[in-house]
């Protein structure tokens, strides 16, 4: 399967120049940041379990929020977007991406377990 971009942005920093870089694919999202030493990080979007948005008034009069993943990840178990514009759409974007990856991988939990007694 290809690789595509479905997302690509930088925190909103209040004018200030960011080094963090997100980018969300169809199968993982990856994050990148710093100067002199750049790091990244990635979780694969079938591990993702959840997302939410948090705005603040503040936050939703400058169009940006934050987008919190969930995921089953060992290293990132939570991962958090932070002040990233229009964050309902690219959340939206993200967890639909996950729902499609999660079908794609056939990586299904179990949530809940019936036993007929």
């Known amino acids: ?46 591990r993702i379990r959840d997302g939410s948005t948090k705005r603040n008034l503040w936050e939703r009069i400058w169009g940006i929020g934050d987008i919190t993943v ?13 002040n990233i514009r229009n964050a309902v759409a690219v959340a939206d974007i993200l967890l639909n991406a996950a729902d499609e990856s999660r079908k794609t991988n056939r990586a299904f939990e179990m949530t809940e377990v019936h036993t007929d007694q």
């Open 1 to 46: 399967m290809e690789e595509r971009i479905l997302w690509s942005g930088k925190p909103f920093n209040y004018g200030l120049p960011s080094f963090t870089k997100y980018t969300v694919s169809n199968t993982r999202i990856i994050m990148e940041s710093g100067v002199l030493t750049r790091k990244r990080k990635e979780i694969r979007l079938y």
């Open 70 to 82: 969930i995921s089953t990840d060992a290293d990132l178990p939570v991962f958090v977007l932070r």
